[in-house]
Each structure stands twice: as structure tokens, then as C-alpha cells.
């Protein structure tokens, strides 16, 4: 096997932080057959492999898969360990350990080895304040002394306890040797520090890679990422901090949040981030966990009965993608793997900070995991909840203003944002214009990737999202856009067969359906027939629109053809929001185009609904269809006079690319649609 070449930031990194960095090849080579937490690891592999010479370190290897093997105590080997240490005398073990305060007396807890009454010196305590927050692995050496007085009732004692993890951090110690850096060896390092070879990857994916430790470094901060499977969306939750919880299935509002009574903290409470694995797997999840999820998300606060309890926690989602980008960018939106119980409350997704496009990452192979040095994971974890405590969001003041389409909650997400990857590169706080012009424009695309779905998904009160920020000494503006966007015409701009109509319409709470009606007609007595999946107003208007239809079809010219026809319907919900639809005019339209066999015009967009007696129902408002239809593609849309007058409060944009079309009843509409005389 070759020796990895040590480079110049690998001796950089072991002058500067001696004892804290450890050679990630050797983490993975033992990780794979060690069933223990990454920290105890490096720390022994820090211990017996801190060296450049070859042999030294294969010794060194031994040494640690020895000392798994006789010193790591197993859960399930409680009893054997207690029998060692009492056979022997005195045994050495490496164990988590807290220490609890009983009346006047310090007692201690080993995990794994299942004694909560562990005599422990006072001294350690005041050395290491962890004990008592959480508690620390450690390597332990315990002896057995039987005591009269107690009648052997709690013989165990800790003789001395050397911890494995950070037991106490120096901020200003850490801020001094990242000065020493520059900020593109920093990035390699933290890069390093997961795993990683910043080698091998652009500027940009470095920062992607990053972004996932925000939700480590910023308190109350919400992450999405989906992307493919293999990607190591999960893992720096799972394995980088000893301080967040990764779920994997449904879980419950007690669970998350506390009992009623207070009797039992919630997760939000106990850990720094709460991940939640295959988000798709939540489809089971109480509508209410959400509900609660959704008042947290917003303050880091929420309500338990008559209590009112907050949390610092971060709520991370990650998922995976069925389909190619290009495919979910035209044919829905990005939150389309997400379960029906989050995909559907769009005031939950509206509160995420950050969409991290997963599918950028690629998957995970040999050649993307680092031979060189990193910080153990512990002071890397260390570090970043000590940074929880500070503060960057108004960083960007100093040298930026956002723009006007960003309103408060996006504000705050992009500030929490820049702060947290501030915490990540610069925790020492010295950043150049530029360098912190590099933040922004990733943390305004983050979020302005949640609200573009938001606006796909029909709702007009997200409609705003042409992000952008001004430098404070040029006043020049510059506007960030999402890379995935691409494919956002929904209306094709080539003819659809005859048959095919788009529509749109708006709902009592301003949600904006967006449909391509697609008819065909086959032999039969005049029957329609629907597709599934029509429902509710949507069936509704269909219906109405047909009766006319047939009432009507002499007069209209269509009667020998609906005669010895069936028609066949499916209403295609171009926005995957589900919002029901008043759709009859176009379904009149299209039924005409099916029986004439006459194409509708190209980039057409049919709006309006009507009676059973063929009155036309003028559209609650235009403004919003009109503006998604702008935003997919549209170029003319067939409008009910009775608009003409609401025709006004179109903004000077819509009309400029969407030409109107007005019609006062339902042949006048299909003949204008079609181009007939």
C-alpha cells in the first residue's frame, strides 16, 4: 500500500493544531470493522498513529484494534466488564461517562457500563465541565475496593479518567490559528475535516459540502436537502457532532416536543439538530407534529398544554430524488418527494432557510474521501457549537443592502445563512467584500430556491422572487438566480393537437391551479367520460359545461357528432399543487376543437368558467393566473369581458407579454381560441 504524501497544508495544519487532527484514511480503514463513535476513534488513532513514518503507524493500527477489542465495552457486556474490574482489582475502559450531583456528593455514570454510582475525583469535574453537561467518552481506569461502612454497596471507583472527546474548548485559541490560514487552505481543511479531498472538487461544491455544518454552527436554522441516494446527505448529522439526533421514521409531538406536563424535555430541547432521514418516509407523521414543527420553526418557540417551551434545535430534512433534475424542474417542482403531510403546507416550506441542491453533489466513490489530515471530529463539532453562542447576521450590512422582492422571512433566512457559513470559513470574523459577496449570492439562491417552488405551486403571495442585492459604495445591483431553472415553460409555445387546452384558475385564498385539459373522442352515444383524479369543482365546471353542450349542440353544429361520440377528459395539474379548478369554458373549448378536429393557437391560455345555461362566469380575479401564465410561457390568454374592467390592475409586465383576447360567450370563445369564422 502506498504512504499518502503529506502535503504543505497537512504540515500547516499538525504545527497549528498539535493533537487535534488526525489522518482520515486511517478513521476509514478502522471504521469499517469498529462499531464505535468516529471521536473515540480518532482519538485513539491521534494517540498510536500520530507519526510520518510508515511502520510506526501499522504498529500504531494494531495497537488500536487491540484496544477496541479488550477495552471498548459493548452494551450488552455490562455484567462482564463490572466482573473484570472486580477480579482483577483495577481494569482500564473506554466508556461515556457523566457525573451527576447528589446531595453533596459527585457521583458518576459509565454508560456501557451500566453503574450509576461511580465514586469520581472532585478535580475532574472542575477540569472538565462536559461531565456534567451531557457527558464525555473517556478512557476510564476503575479499581475495586470493597467498603465495610457501605456493606459493598457501591465499590466501583474512577482512579483517573483521560477524556476522548474536546472536554474543554478555546475559542480564541481556534480564531488564532484560523488567521494563520488563508481562506481557500481553510475550506480545504474544514473540507478535509468531513472526510473529503477538496482536490478533486470546484469552489462550489466545497461551499455545498459546507453549507451542510450550518445547521451545526446557527441556532434555530432550517435545512432542506434532496438530492440522489449516495450522496452523504445524512452524514454530517449522523457521524460529525456527538449533538444531533437523525430520525429516520415518523415521530410524535411528545417525542419532538415535550410531554404535556413537562415531565419530559423534547428533542428540540435536548439536542442541536434534529435530522430527519427519507423524508418521503413521514407520510404517516400526525398533521399536528407539523403544525408544532411549524410555530418552531419560525420563533424557537412553541406551546405544551399551559407551558410555553423553546428550543435552539435545527430541523434538517433530507430526501431523495426519483428523477432527473430536468424532468422535476418541467414537469412539477422541487419538493415533489417530500410527503403529502409537508408537500401540502406551504406556510411549513415557506419557513425552511435553505433548499441545498443535492443533486449537485455527486455520489459518493474512493477517489472523493481525503488521505490527508483533518480536525478530529470532536473539536471540529466542538467548535461550531461554541460559535452557536455568536452572532454574524448583521455581517452583511456592512458592506450590502437586499432587495426590494425579499420580504422579512426570506431577509431573516438569508441572514441566518451568511451567518452560519460566516461561523463555518470565518469564525474569526475578518472577511473581505468579496469574500462575503460569495456567501450572499449562495445564501440568496438557497432560499430563493424554496420560494421559486412556492410560486410553482400557484401561490401568487410568493410571486416575488427576482432576489437580488446592491454594494453599498456603487449602489450596483446584482440579481442571483437558481442554475436548475432552466425549464420553467409549462405552455408549450408549439400548437397541441386539437383536443388540448391550458387553463388557469384562482381559489378563494388566492392559490392559482394551473391545467392542460386533454380531450379525445371515441365512437359511442355521447356519454363523458372522466378521467380519475377529477374532482370536486373541477368535476363540477366539466359537468355544467357538457350539459350546455349537449342542450345546445344543434344550434351550436356539433349535434351529428356528439351523436356518435364519447368524450373522453383528463385534467393535467401542470402545478402538482391540487388545487380544484372552475375549468368550463375550457373544456368547451377543447371539446370544440376534439368534434372540429381545429388546433388551438399556440402559447394559448383559455380563462373563465360557466352555467349550465351557457352564462359566463367572470374569474374572481386576473392578476394572478395571468402572472403564472406569464411565468410558464404564455403569450395570449382568451379572457370573459366582463374582466375587461379588472384588466386594469394587470401589472404594465404581464401585459407586455401576454396579449388579452376578450369573448362574451362560449362560441364566441371557441371560435377565437381555434381561429374560425
Known sequence: ?????????????????????????????????????????????????????????????????????????????????????KEAGRYTFIDKVKVRLVDSDYWAEATNFGNKHLHVPTQYVRDFERLLTGGIWAQLDLRFEYDEEARGKYPFWIDKLTPIQIATFDLEEYRRARRELSSEEWVDLIVRSMGYEPGTMTRRLKLLFLTRLVPLAERNYNLVELGPRGTGKSYVVQEVSPYSALLTGPTTVANLFGHMQGRQKGMVQIWDVVGFDEVADLQT?????????????????????????????????????????????????????????????????????????????????????????????????????????????????????????????DRKAVRKTVSGLMKVIYPHGEVTADELAELLELALEGRRRVKEQLKKMGSFEYHQTSFSYSRAESGEE???????????????????????????????????????????????????????GIGGATRESIQRAFSYLLSNKSQLGLARELDTSDIHVEVIDLLNNRTEGDVGIAFFVACYSALRRAAPGAGLLVLGDMSVTGNIKPMRSLVEPLQVAKDNGARRALIPIENKRNFLDVSADIVEHVDPIFYGDPKAAAFKALGLN
Not at 387546452?501 to 356519454?527: M, P
Open 285 to 409: 407523521m400526525p398533521k399536528e407534529v407539523i403544525t408544532t414543527m411549524k410555530t418552531f420553526c419560525e420563533s424557537g418557540t412553541y406551546q405544551r398544554g399551559q407551558e410555553a417551551a423553546s428550543g435552539d434545535a435545527n430541523i434538517a430534512l433530507f430526501g431523495n430524488t426519483n428523477q432527473p433534475i430536468d424532468v422535476m424542474v418541467q414537469t412539477g417542482h422541487l419538493f415533489a418527494p417530500m410527503p403529502d403531510v409537508i408537500r401540502d403546507d406551504m406556510a411549513f416550506i415557506d419557513r425552511l432557510h435553505f433548499y441545498l441542491p443535492g443533486w449537485e453533489v455527486p455520489k459518493m466513490r474512493n477517489e472523493f474521501f481525503t488521505d490527508h489530515y483533518g480536525f478530529v471530529v470532536d473539536y471540529l463539532a466542538e467548535a461550531l457549537r461554541e460559535l452557536r453562542k455568536h452572532n454574524f447576521t448583521e455581517i452583511i450590512d456592512r458592506h450590502f443592502s437586499l432587495g426590494t422582492h425579499l420580504n422579512a422571512r
Open 1 to 85: 500500500m502506498t504512504t499518502p504524501m503529506r502535503d504543505a497544508l497537512d504540515d500547516k495544519v499538525n504545527r497549528l493544531f498539535a493533537g487535534k487532527v488526525v489522518r482520515k484514511d486511517l478513521v476509514r480503514k478502522v471504521k469499517v470493522g469498529a462499531n464505535v463513535p468516529v471521536f473515540v476513534l480518532e482519538f485513539l488513532l491521534g494517540k498510536y498513529c500520530a507519526s510520518s513514518d510508515e511502520m510506526a503507524i501499522q504498529m500504531g493500527l494494531q495497537v488500536v484494534n487491540d484496544t477496541l477489542a479488550n477495552h471498548y465495552i459493548r452494551p450488552d457486556e455490562a455484567t462482564k466488564a463490572q466482573s473484570r474490574v
Open 478 to 532: 446584482r440579481f442571483v438566480g437558481v442554475p436548475e431553472q432552466g425549464g420553467r415553460d409549462l405552455i408549450s409555445q408549439d400548437p397541441l393537437p386539437p383536443g388540448s387546452v391550458y387553463t388557469a384558475s384562482v381559489n378563494a385564498e388566492g392559490t392559482v391551479g394551473l391545467y392542460r385539459l386533454e380531450l379525445s373522442v371515441s365512437s359511442g352515444t355521447g356519454k363523458l367520460k372522466a378521467a380519475g
